[in-house]
């Protein structure tokens, strides 16, 4: 071929790709090295043009013209194991080249569909050459997790419609027939009747059930009482004429927007015909809306009894439901459930220390494990203990004694609240969780100078601590004892290394994930065990090394990795991964929870979707490099 027509050719691939990313931003000369290295490859419609009995994957594909249809290798044919379709401008088999590794997933010609191809050693070397290229291969996960974001956001949608129902037509609105009165009727016998009904408001209809007014009990105050009008008038007299009507059809919203623009409480349903059927009053909305975050924030903090905080932990769960329905991230939906709850426990104990008297003690709540690091999902219990000083003035037993009693009844109304009892009975009311500042000091040192498996494995709950009330700056103190121990200590950290790398990501081989883990749950893997640990782990060892004082697993590992040369686009990928595991934590336990169940960590990966099991198999990847640079700093 002449070098005019190869360069028509290098020029018309540029052209195309210029259309798409990451090649729109793509830099010229890498641009071009993609264009002269890559070949056009033709598959007819129903070819197989990847899958993973081919071997090791050895081709970028780009696809230039057509549709592909991705489904999963050995999987089934269902319309959902076969829902993506990928079409110009898109690139397949990034992870398995990058991976060199055989394809996870089998990709088919729709119809006739053209391909680029770059072999895999140009791949690598346009991942060197170009910083663009580069980031947007670093950042797969990222680019599939934007696409995951709006098949869970459409799962979540519908439920949080109908539990909200701010959407609801006002025909389902509507919990009441409709009473109503003629024009004529007396006012005494109206005020008589909305007694005896517990109505707020009477509608005044003509012959043909259309209305044409309403009255209100705050209108017998102003247009009867103080006046001192005749109870023997006509309705028609005192009522408010052409009352602001809407159509069955109309939706709350509808009815919201109406009652603000015309400052009224009460709008009227009413039929193709104009008949009257049925009233939506003001705080028939507030019902629908439910509480929103300055409501329970405010019935938290003024609530007198735990039957009030325990609605009020319903209502944090509702509006979690609702963040995850429009959207919102793991770590943003964990921390707001850790923060409420955090007010909860707080109301908690300001109650009970009515009760009992601390007065002039220096003290803290401590929150540890998942609620220590601000990642509480829908499922949770009890992990808590106390830090006081015990002055030379106070008797230590005595003091103790206090403070247990004080929290044997803190930990009993977190349960009625909807916190379990530990089952491992780390909480407060437990004599050994309760110290003074200098135990805790000396019970932390004895566990980083001799790291046997019990100690590593307290290292791993009360390492992520973090107060909840009282004097924060006891908690201050001990993290900054703990950092000086773990910071002299290379065994130490060289234990707690192996101790993360005992539970590796359940990935295989073969087969795309491992569920044999667990032989009484078969098919599942366990995402707290084999999922969400695996970067709490790596993330906490990288804190405690590098003294970080974060507990937060998302901020230790951004704070970590400015100290370790790590890139931030190699740290962005892992917390996308750690996040994305916590939004399928929590959509299971809410499924399992809607259900009647208490909601565990146990997800069948068959039963997820095509995008879902790209995204999870690249998060386990991604803790797969953390645990690969654990053994490379310690030697593991």
């Known amino acids: 071929m002449s070098n005019s027509a190869t360069e028509l050719l290098v020029s018309a691939c540029i052209q195309l790709l210029q259309a798409y990313a990451p090649f729109d931003q793509m830099e010229a000369e890498s641009l071009r090295f993609l264009a002269e290295r890559v070949k056009l490859a033709h598959y007819p419609k129903g070819a197989l043009i990847l899958a993973s009995e081919m071997g090791v994957a050895r081709t970028l594909h780009i696809v230039q013209r057509g549709q592909v249809r991705v489904r999963r290798s050995g999987g089934s044919s269902s319309a959902e194991s076969a829902s993506i379709t990928l079409g110009p401008g898109s690139c397949f088999s990034i992870g398995a080249l990058m991976a060199q590794r055989e394809s996870s997933s089998a990709y088919i010609a729709r119809d006739d569909v053209f391909c680029y191809e770059l072999p895999a050693e140009d791949f690598f070397s346009l991942t060197q ?13 990222a680019g599939l997790l934007r696409q995951s974001q709006q098949q869970l956001q459409l799962q979540f949608a519908q439920r949080a419609a109908e539990q909200k129902t701010m959407n609801s037509p006002l025909a389902r609105v509507i919990t009441r027939d409709p009473v109503s ?5 007396p006012v005494r016998q109206v005020v008589e009747l909305m007694a005896s009904r517990h109505l707020g408001s009477m509608v005044v209809v003509d012959s043909g059930q259309q209305p044409v007014g309403i009255f209100t009990l705050s209108d017998v105050l102003k247009r009867i009482v103080l006046p001192g009008a005749s109870l023997d008038q006509a309705i028609e007299a005192v009522m408010s004429p052409q009352p602001r009507t809407l159509p069955l059809a109309a939706n709350a919203h509808d009815a919201a927007l109406a009652m603000a623009m015309h400052r009224v409480r009460h709008v009227l349903a009413v039929d193709e015909g104009g008949r009257l059927k049925g009233v939506v009053s003001e705080r028939d909305l507030f019902k629908l809306q439910g509480a929103g975050l300055r409501q329970i924030r405010h019935a938290i903090d003024s ?3 735990v039957e009030v905080l325990r609605h009020a932990r ?11 329905a429009e959207g919102v991230g793991g770590q943003e939906i964990t921390q707001f459930i850790s923060t409420l709850n955090d007010t909860v426990t707080r109301r908690i104990i300001e109650l009970n220390l009515d009760r009992h008297d601390l007065y002039g003690i220096d003290w803290a709540w401590l929150s540890f494990g998942s609620e220590g690091r601000d990642e509480q999902t829908f499922t949770t219990d009890q992990d808590n203990g106390i830090v006081y000083i015990c002055t030379d003035i106070m008797d230590r037993e005595q003091t103790q004694l206090r403070f247990l009693e004080f929290a044997r009844d803190v930990n009993e109304d977190l349960d009625k609240c909807g916190f379990p009892l530990c089952k491992g009975n780390i909480m407060a009311s437990n004599p050994d969780l309760c110290l003074t500042l200098e135990e805790w000091d000396e019970r932390f040192a004895q566990w980083v100078r001799t790291p046997d498996p019990l100690a590593l494995l307290n290292a791993t709950i009360f390492f992520d601590f973090r107060p909840l009330y009282g004097r924060f700056n006891l908690a201050h103190r001990m993290r900054l004892s703990l950092l000086r121990q773990t910071q002299g200590n290379p065994l130490f950290l ?15 081989r073969i087969r795309d994930f491992v569920t044999d883990a ?8 366990d995402l707290k065990k084999y999922g969400v ?3 709490t782990d790596a993330a906490r060892l990288f804190a405690l090394a590098n003294q970080v004082e974060a507990t937060n697993t998302v901020a230790r590992l951004k704070r970590s990795s400015a100290l370790m040369n790590i890139s931030s686009d190699e740290v962005a990928a892992s917390v996308e991964g750690f996040n994305f595991i916590q939004i399928l934590r929590l959509r299971h336990q809410h499924f399992e929870q809607e259900h009647g169940r208490s909601g565990d960590n146990l997800v069948r990966p068959d039963e997820l979707n095509e995008i879902e099991r790209r995204i999870l198999k690249e998060a386990f990847r991604q803790a797969r490099k953390l645990q690969a640079r654990l053994k490379l700093d310690y030697q593991v």
Not at 129 to 141: A, D, G, R
Not at 314 to 324: G, I, K
Request: glycine share 6%; aromatic share 6%; proline share 9%.
């Open 303 to 305: 609530a007198t009894s």
């Open 518 to 525: 667990d032989p009484g749950h078969p098919g599942t893997i």
């Open 494 to 508: 060289r234990m707690l290394a192996q101790n993360a790398l005992s539970v590796a990501p359940p990935l295989g």
């Open 314 to 324: 319903e209502d944090v769960r509702q509006l979690s439901l609702t963040m995850l």
């Open 181 to 185: 009165v003629a024009p004529e009727t």
């Open 129 to 141: 050459k170009s910083t663009v290229f580069n980031l947007f291969c670093t950042q797969y996960i």
């Open 533 to 535: 640990r695996l970067f």
